[in-house]
């Protein structure tokens, strides 16, 4: 079988290497992979991980489809929205890892809203679902997902790294049957929500809120080199992390 990767971050590395190593074991090619560039709080290996393990790097999804041919396309923190049109030449389709539970939380930074809302809904539960790509984003079929607690203490950034670990193991769990082609799927959430990419651009704290409020709020937008959270104030801002204020 032929398999290539859409892929960025550590996750991905992680996975390229695993599914590198264990090709002989699962008789399959890996034809290509792409790592678009993109300025991030992360250093993004892919592209030298691809050059060190002798996988072809191509500059676009249409181009490494149409040049390799490949069975089935694994998205790893791929971050770009994927046209049908390339969807439909991939036999065995392509697959996502996304981070939420069941795909409850669809589009970006779902982290970061899953605790936001975890006090509201009473749902303190994050994850990560593997499931087929389609037109529409983030609701292909499920293939597999998997929970954690969300817990008071957790940040943006602490519960993004427990997701990212389950990821990688329900992800080698179930690299067979993804092979095989799944067609026995689990039901979406029963509740959902869509944030857009800019859906983190107002920070600002309402005055008005409690101090849970606010203390769910700091925590959902703590993670590394991005904009904190603030309080207005005689037309200047006040910063809040979770140790000082800034």
Not at 71 to 92: G, Q, R
Not at 161 to 171: G, P, Q
Request: include cysteine; hydrophobic fraction near 35%.
């Amino acid at each position: 079988m032929r398999i290539a990767f859409a892929a960025s971050r550590n996750l991905a590395v992680e996975i390229i290497r695993w599914v590198d190593k264990n090709k002989s074991k699962y008789e399959i090619e890996i034809v290509g992979g792409i790592a678009p560039s993109f300025k991030g709080w992360w250093d993004d290996q892919v592209k030298n991980v691809y050059e060190e393990l002798e996988i072809p790097v191509y500059l676009s999804l249409e181009e490494l489809i149409d040049e390799t041919k490949p069975d089935l396309i694994f998205s790893l923190n791929y971050w770009k929205l994927i046209p049908a049109e390339c969807i439909t030449k991939v036999k065995k389709g392509i697959v996502n890892i996304h981070h939420s539970y069941l795909l409850r939380y669809k589009g970006r930074y779902s982290t970061s809203w899953a605790i936001i809302n975890s006090r509201k809904d009473n749902y303190w539960k994050h994850g990560t679902t593997l499931h087929y790509i389609d037109e529409k984003l983030d609701e292909g079929n499920i293939i597999a997902s998997v929970a954690c607690d969300i817990n008071e203490e957790d940040t943006a950034e602490t519960l993004f790294n427990k997701v990212e670990l389950l990821a990688i193991s329900l992800f080698k769990e179930k690299f067979g049957d993804m092979l095989k082609g799944v067609d026995d799927f689990l039901e979406v959430s029963p509740k959902t929500y869509f944030y857009d990419k800019d859906s983190n651009k107002n920070l600002k704290i309402d005055q008005e809120s409690s101090i849970e409020e606010i203390y769910d709020f700091v925590r959902a937008w703590s993670f590394k080199d991005r904009p904190k959270p603030y309080f207005e104030y005689k037309g200047k801002k006040l910063y809040l992390s979770l140790n000082e204020l800034s």
